[in-house]
């Protein structure tokens, strides 16, 4: 049976992180709009363009372009036989609904709807190290997790980079968006009953020892 769940939270909190071990370890296909956003603005296509600047900011990408280019992916026949983790999508209300509006219409049940749940803090002290693969997508951090070599990747041995928007002003502006924009899509989804809490200041493999749990009582 094909898992269908969404990761909300903060930024820094570990969605891509648990995203990626869902999609290994569930079969699950992982869409994680930041991701597609970064690959859009590498491949210096128009919507990356037109993203990269609101990127760049903190702020967020307009709701159509993203929702347009979030449906795109869900109607793939990958998306419809594998399932999906949704990592960074919904982050608005509107988002939110839209989802609902196309998974409705084709049918699709939602497993569960997680959130990831942290203190604003642990978010910046994350964040402010956070180093990542520019091939494979690996994470790593300045303190917590350095790679054995400074600048290259344990796994696949390419360079690695500092995102733009990893800087400490943008962190907070972020923050102030996920609080602003996103919250209300948690209250959305509890209003739904549709929402488990976890608290995700925990080593990856207790937070998803979680979501499992929570997936089997979904
Ligand atoms: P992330 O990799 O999830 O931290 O996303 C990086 C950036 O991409 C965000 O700060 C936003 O500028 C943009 N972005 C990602 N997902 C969305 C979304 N669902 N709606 C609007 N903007 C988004």
């Known amino acids: 049976m094909p898992i269908r769940i969404i990761l909300v939270g903060p930024p820094g909190v570990g969605k891509g992180t648990q995203a990626a071990l869902l999609e290994e370890r569930l079969g699950a296909k992982q869409l994680s709009s930041g991701v597609i956003f970064r ?45 999906f983790v949704l990592d960074g999508f919904p982050r608005t209300v509107r988002q939110a ?65 500092v995102r733009e928007d990893d800087k400490p002003e943008t962190i907070r502006e972020r923050l102030r968006v996920f609080h602003e924009n996103t919250r209300p899509v948690i209250d959305y989804y509890a209003g739904k009953g549709k929402l488990s809490r976890i608290d995700a200041n925990q080593a990856p493999e207790a937070v998803y020892a979680s979501i499992a749990t929570a997936l089997g009582e979904a």
């Open 39 to 83: 690959s859009e603005i590498e491949a210096e296509t128009d919507l990356g363009q037109l993203a990269k600047s609101y990127i760049d900011r903190g702020e967020l990408v307009p709701n159509g372009i993203t929702i347009q280019m979030m449906v795109k992916r869900l109607r793939t026949d990958d998306v419809r036989q594998r399932g």
């Open 97 to 161: 609904e839209a989802l609902s509006e196309e998974l409705d219409k084709e049918g699709i049940p939602l497993d569960a709807v997680v959130s990831l749940e942290v203190d604003d803090e642990i978010v910046v002290e994350r964040l402010s190290g956070r180093i990542g693969c520019t091939k494979c997508g690996e994470i790593y951090h300045a303190i917590t997790k350095p790679p054995k070599r400074e600048g290259i990747c344990d796994k696949c041995n390419s360079p690695l980079f």
